[in-house]
T-cell receptor, first 115, second 115 residues
């Protein structure tokens, strides 16, 4: 079964600084990978997804993520964070297993932005 | 606005009450989901409906009873809940259940507090 690990529970960065949130997955074949963001009191919003092709994917709000098969990673990056980026970020994986699709989430990384 | 609307946004209920959570999707999707989000735990998939038929029940206690009268509406009926059931309940939808890597769109969630 697939699994997702987000090793950082909480990250604090200064506004304007760069950001990298880590995500490692475990799956026997090529996974489909997602990053979602959850602002306080809100549902989850899709930031970006990787299905195939270019391993560097661009998302909304200036985020990007890079799929590295050799490291089983799908880290999320942003060159310069804004105060509005403070939220919880979830990495998710779905296995390519027809008839038994399951989107598995990590436990999330809470991002705090300081002035 | 994700196209998935949940009501109520907040609900406080006693352990002997009966209440329902409602979800409506305006995306023309065929699959709908209920997830439970508790503090410090990954999102838990509770139920999956595909074309109004329940296709997955992840060992959810019977005090949670889903209903999908049509492909646009999903309910979660609640009765005799426990305080540990207090959580954010997220409804979601996707175009199809069986196509791998379908993007899942989430509602803003219903905050449930059981007293």
């Amino acid at each position: 079964a697939q699994s997702v690990t987000q090793p950082d529970i909480h990250i604090t960065v200064s506004e304007g600084a760069s950001l990298e949130l880590r995500c490692n997955y475990s799956y026997g074949a090529t996974p489909y990978l997602f990053w979602y963001v959850q602002s306080p009191g809100q549902g989850l919003q899709l930031l970006l997804k990787y299905f195939s092709g270019d391993t560097l994917v661009q998302g909304i709000k200036g985020f990007e993520a890079e799929f590295k098969r050799s490291q089983s990673s799908f880290n999320l990056r942003k060159p310069s964070v804004h105060w509005s980026d403070a939220a919880e970020y979830f990495c998710a994986v779905v296995g390519v297993n027809f008839g038994n699709e399951k989107l598995t989430f990590g436990t999330g990384t809470r991002l705090t932005i300081i002035p | 606005e994700t196209g998935v609307t949940q009501t109520p946004r907040h609900l406080v209920m006693g352990m002997t009450n009966k209440k329902s959570l409602k979800c409506e999707q305006h995306l023309g999707h065929n699959a709908m989901y209920w997830y439970k989000q508790s503090a410090k735990k990954p999102l838990e998939l509770m139920f999956v409906y595909s074309l109004e038929e329940r296709v997955e029940n992840n060992s959810v206690p019977s005090r949670f009873s889903p209903e999908c009268p049509n492909s646009s509406h999903l309910f979660l009926h609640l009765h005799t809940l426990q305080p540990e059931d207090s959580a954010l309940y997220l409804c979601a939808s996707s175009q199809d259940r069986q196509v791998p890597g379908n993007t899942i769109y989430f509602g803003e969630g219903s905050w449930l507090t059981v007293v």
